[in-house]
């Protein structure tokens, strides 16, 4: 009896330590329960062995990215399933540290810092590094919690968040000494960041369009649809092209077709600019001695393409197949007969003379998720970009909480690097994000930001 009251008990610890960390994240955006997700599971290993305690905190990891990267069944089942798998394992590492640590002191710090070590891990493991769901993401809203990620990243809010479950769970246990450090550590953050998040922002204006053409995945790369895309996405920017922007964005791979390969289709497009006079920033597939690339194209209101980047991470067993070269089949049972995506090598930097400027401004390209690497941005600041866009295309998964987890990534970029980020989605969400993280602009139409068609022009401060 004592045995079947305890598989109970266990079973609505689970459930619901799962549920809460699953509605922290957006879609759901009760981000205050990120901070007693945990404290369930603390509950749930006590007088338990270390396998008990790894298979409680592993099962409850798996619910939760099922829970939250179910969209991903849209493009593979069994895929969805594995990666859940496979993530859940860092959860289940957790529960046993936590196990071996319910001994010590010093868990209040310790418990976070793995947890966090154990974020970092996992988003920078050769192509099985993803970051998407750190817990600091499910804060995204939060600003003056996550200002400190200027300096300690994404890890640091996770950090905090983590810390709060630990404390409260030792109240519990009558001990307020960890819940007094807690609250110091929390005055400390909250001080900081609502310092930063007043502080007053300066830099030059650029008026920035991004065109959310709305295509629905199915007719993107169909042949019958291609002058229907390009005809949308003119009108569009005709239309933008009125609110006298410095710069248009296109999504990723808006072009349907390759760059300077089809011919009528280029000639569309830099004609186009050269009526508007105005650049344009294009999502293009381009091609050069027989590679493949994923690219961003700015166009000059001449009319021809100033620079290209070519995207540097792709996605792998998407737009590669790891270690195809050395086992051809297996490159054929992903992919078919579909060719490969080459990687980019220089983390390039456009240069925008916007009109009202006696210098020219710079900005970097971050395509498709390539926004989820902080490494990546911090490059491309570091070669001068004074703001960051993110062209991208989450059609793939449909109306679901995929392209607002996605935009949380960008939040932090934005804060990491104290520059803005503009972002423009295939079907949304297209937005802009200050350096503070704050989101105050977007493309929207009665009220929804996904599968809408249009467009949104914004001032961006690019200091």
């Known amino acids: 009896m004592v045995k079947y009251y305890q598989m109970i008990r266990n079973i609505i610890l689970i459930s619901f330590a799962s549920l809460f960390l699953v509605f922290s994240f957006p879609n759901f955006n009760l981000s205050f329960l990120a901070f007693i997700g945990f404290i369930l599971l603390f509950f749930a290993i006590e007088n338990k062995s270390p396998k008990e305690a790894f298979l409680i905190f592993y099962i409850s990891g798996f619910i939760f990215y099922l829970g939250t990267l179910y969209w991903l069944y849209h493009v593979t089942v069994a895929g969805l399933i594995i990666l859940c798998l496979y993530l859940a394992l860092y959860f289940g590492v957790l529960g046993l540290i936590c196990f071996r640590l319910k001994a010590y002191s010093?868990?209040?710090?310790?418990?976070?810092?793995?947890?966090?070590?154990?974020?970092?891990i996992q988003s920078h493991l050769p192509i099985m590094g993803f970051g998407w769901l750190s817990l600091g993401y499910s804060q995204y809203k939060n600003l003056p919690l996550i200002q400190i990620a200027d300096f300690s990243g994404v890890y640091g809010v996770s950090f905090t968040v983590m810390m709060v479950n630990v404390a409260i769970y030792r109240t519990f246990k009558k001990?307020?000494?960890?819940?007094?450090?807690?609250?110091?550590?929390?005055?400390?953050?909250?001080?900081?960041?609502?310092?930063?998040v007043n502080e007053r922002g300066y830099g030059n204006g650029v008026r920035v369009s991004v065109?959310?053409?709305?295509?629905?995945?199915?007719?993107?790369?169909?042949?019958?649809?291609?002058?229907?895309?390009?005809?949308?996405?003119?009108?569009?920017t005709k239309m933008a092209a009125l609110e006298s922007a410095d710069l248009i964005v296109w999504p990723e791979t808006s072009f349907p077709g390759f760059f300077e390969i089809d011919e009528d289709m280029t000639e569309k497009i830099l004609t186009l600019v050269k009526e508007t006079k105005i650049p344009i920033l294009i999502g293009v597939n381009t091609e050069k001695d027989e590679k493949y690339f994923n690219s961003a194209a700015l166009i000059s209101p001449e009319g021809s393409m100033t620079n290209k980047y070519d995207k540097i991470h792709l996605v792998p067993f998407g737009e590669y197949v790891p270690f195809s070269n050395k086992f051809p089949a297996f490159h054929k049972l992903i992919l078919g007969e579909l060719g490969e995506f080459t990687p980019g090598k220089d983390f390039k930097a456009f240069s925008l003379q916007p009109s009202a400027f006696s210098q020219t401004?710079?900005?970097?390209?971050?395509?498709?998720?390539?926004?989820?690497?902080?490494?990546?941005?911090?490059?491309?600041?570091?070669?001068?970009?004074?703001?960051?866009?993110?062209?991208?295309?989450?059609?793939?998964?449909?109306?679901?909480?995929?392209?607002?987890?996605?935009?949380?990534?960008?939040?932090?970029?934005?804060?990491?690097?104290?520059?803005?980020?503009?972002?423009?989605?295939?079907?949304?969400?297209?937005?802009?994000?200050?350096?503070?993280?704050?989101?105050?602009?977007?493309?929207?139409?009665?009220?929804?930001?996904?599968?809408?068609?249009?467009?949104?022009?914004?001032?961006?401060?690019?200091?």
């Open 106 to 120: 010093l868990r209040l710090i310790a418990i976070p810092l793995i947890w966090s070590f154990l974020e970092y």
């Open 361 to 463: 401004v710079k900005f970097s390209v971050l395509i498709c998720f390539e926004d989820i690497f902080p490494e990546i941005s911090r490059k491309f600041v570091k070669n001068g970009a004074k703001f960051l866009i993110v062209i991208t295309n989450d059609a793939w998964y449909g109306k679901s909480g995929a392209a607002y987890q996605h935009a949380a990534n960008s939040v932090f970029r934005a804060i990491e690097n104290r520059v803005p980020v503009v972002r423009c989605a295939n079907t949304g969400y297209s937005c802009f994000i200050d350096s503070r993280g704050g989101i105050y602009d977007s493309v929207s139409e009665k009220n929804s930001l996904l599968f809408v068609t249009g467009y949104k022009t914004a001032v961006v401060n690019a200091k």
């Open 175 to 196: 001990s307020f000494r960890e819940v007094i450090i807690t609250a110091l550590v929390l005055i400390a953050v909250f001080g900081y960041g609502i310092m930063r």
């Open 211 to 236: 065109i959310q053409g709305n295509i629905p995945q199915e007719l993107k790369w169909d042949p019958k649809a291609q002058d229907m895309i390009i005809e949308k996405y003119i009108a569009l």
